[in-house]
């Protein structure tokens, strides 16, 4: 959260996810909390406070993606682009042939 | 998910395949998209297993999610191009802000759409890239 407090009552499960340490549980939660957001982002147009939504809802997403990277294991397309980038390979990436996505992916 | 449906509407005949890891996303979109006549909306939870679908399916648009496990949408997005050169690939993601146009352009998607928009307009951009 940007300043560190709850807004909204969505932000709930998303406490929850941060607290999570099972894995199975962790899942369980980022589908949830994702599932919220797609609802909520649905009806951004019509919030008075479109704007402090809007950030919370940039907050939440942003550190979903870090705790599915980091709890879950998902790929992140930062590497991909990297490896397709910076490597100047295959442009059909393939994660974890690549020394650059081998070091990204090494702690799965 | 099969049904009957109007021969009318746009998507008379259509098949689409929705890769999503959400449920209840996957689900939402079946909706849009069968209550639009496309007639089947296959489902994947990740890249790898739309591959697999997509090469016996061969649908005639994929919407496609970003953040999945085990193959995201940036990866699964040129083996899709590969297999259907042809179909049109939606990325339909909540965080297309971090991603640019030549990137995922590169990658094979046609479209990048915010996952924020009306599902009538993801239905729209698929017509309109299927050609109808």
């Known amino acids: ?35 919220v957001i797609f609802g909520r982002v649905h009806q951004l147009r019509e919030e008075s406070d479109g704007h402090r939504l809007r950030q919370a809802i940039s907050d939440a ?25 910076l490597l100047q390979c295959n442009p059909y990436c393939m994660r974890g042939l690549h020394l650059l996505c081998m070091g990204a992916t090494r702690n799965y | 998910m099969e049904i009957q449906i109007d021969p009318q509407k746009r998507g008379f005949g259509k098949t689409i395949l929705v890769v999503d890891d959400n449920a209840a996303i996957r689900k939402q979109l079946a909706t849009a998209f069968l209550s639009d006549g496309f007639k089947t909306c296959a489902e994947a939870e990740n890249g790898q297993e739309a591959i697999a679908l997509a090469e016996q399916i061969k649908p005639d648009v994929i919407v496609l999610d970003l953040s999945m496990p085990v193959m995201n949408g940036m990866e699964a997005a040129p083996r899709l191009r590969k297999i259907l050169p042809d179909t049109p690939i939606i990325l339909f993601t909540l965080y297309s802000d971090t991603l640019s146009t030549k990137d995922a352009s590169r990658a094979g998607v046609s479209f990048v759409l915010p996952k924020d928009v009306p599902f009538r307009t993801l239905v729209d951009k698929a017509h309109e890239w299927m050609g109808n």
Do not use: Y
């Open chain 1, 61 to 85: 997403l942003s550190l979903l993606r870090t705790i599915k990277r980091d709890k879950l294991g998902f790929p992140d397309w930062e590497w991909t682009k990297m490896c397709a980038g």
């Open chain 1, 1 to 35: 959260m940007s300043n560190g407090e709850l807004k909204f009552p969505w932000q709930d499960p998303l406490v929850e996810l941060m607290l999570e340490s099972e894995r199975e549980k962790v899942s369980e939660h980022a589908e949830e909390v994702e599932t």
